[in-house]
């Protein structure tokens, strides 16, 4: 578990710093510059906690289960934000958009939680499929 803790935290890091660095390219920073924070490597790492609810959900339409997912993302990051804005006294990160709830949560994003999910599902089968050993030899 430890292992794919590990993996998830590092995978979610990577996949912000490319999201990021694109977003600065569509806002026209050539340097594309990406960015998170360390807190996320921990917020990340969690999805492991989140293998078995795809086995539960596993044989459900793809739909219903990125609703599913859309959901579940959300609500960590809505709590995640608020616990870490209540610790530090500074918001991790804060959406200013029209649809942002609280600066925690976006409605703008959900097709990208949404898909998120799905493809986490992919991941998870993968790890599975082929019982990938994850940066340390059993």
Not at 13 to 40: C, P, V, Y
Not at 93 to 106: E, H, K, S, V
């Amino acid at each position: 578990m430890i292992k794919r803790f590990l993996f998830y935290g590092l995978l979610g890091w990577w996949l912000e710093i490319i999201w990021t660095g694109l977003e600065s390219l569509i806002n026209g920073d050539l340097r594309l510059m990406g960015f998170t924070n360390l807190w996320m490597f921990l917020i990340y790492g969690l999805a492991v906690f989140l293998e078995p609810l795809h086995d539960i959900i596993v044989d459900w339409r793809w739909p219903l289960r990125g609703l599913v997912w859309l959901a579940v993302i959300w609500g960590i990051e809505y709590l995640s934000g608020l616990l870490l804005l209540n610790i530090l006294g500074v918001y991790p990160w804060r959406y200013t958009d029209p649809l942002a709830i609280n600066g925690f949560i976006t409605l703008a994003f959900a097709p990208v939680w949404f898909t998120a999910g799905l493809l986490f599902e992919k991941v998870h089968r993968a790890l599975d499929k082929y019982k990938i050993q994850i940066l340390i030899k059993s």
